[in-house]
Nanobody
């Protein structure tokens, strides 16, 4: 059974920091991209950041560059999103997702396209940034 479990959301004031973790287990493949999406109230889901398992390549959406940092601990099958200098517009439900890597494909396609073809999802964790 595949499990994707997020933790670390909460309430923080603007300018503060939060750390999201995602632990995965039971994946039926051994090369993949893993990362985070978010859905803000009244808006569509968008990719936030991701990391490729085998070579550590990363991607960030423009609005979080320089503020968010993604990292992975492959031995623990965990990915962490460190979110600093949070803004009220970062308020959203954050979802961890995993996508199998297929040779010849682009690592970050799903994160750029909203994740509609993603293989596995967590249930989400809420992040609220107050002014």
């Amino acid at each position: 059974e595949v499990r994707v479990v997020e933790s670390g959301g909460g309430l923080v004031q603007a300018g503060g920091s939060l750390r999201l973790s995602c632990e995965v287990s039971g994946l039926p493949f051994d090369d993949y991209t893993i990362g985070w999406f978010r859905r803000a109230p009244g808006k569509e889901r968008v990719g936030v950041s991701c990391i490729h398992y085998s070579d550590g390549s990363t991607w960030y959406r423009d609005s979080v560059k320089g503020r968010f940092t993604i990292s992975s601990d492959n031995a623990k099958n965990t990915v962490v999103l460190q979110m600093d200098s949070l803004k009220t517009e970062d308020t959203a439900v954050y979802y961890c997702g995993v996508n199998r890597f297929i040779v010849g494909s682009y690592y970050f396609t799903e994160w750029k396209a909203g994740g509609y073809g993603l293989d596995y999802w967590g249930k989400g964790t809420e992040v609220t940034v107050s002014s």
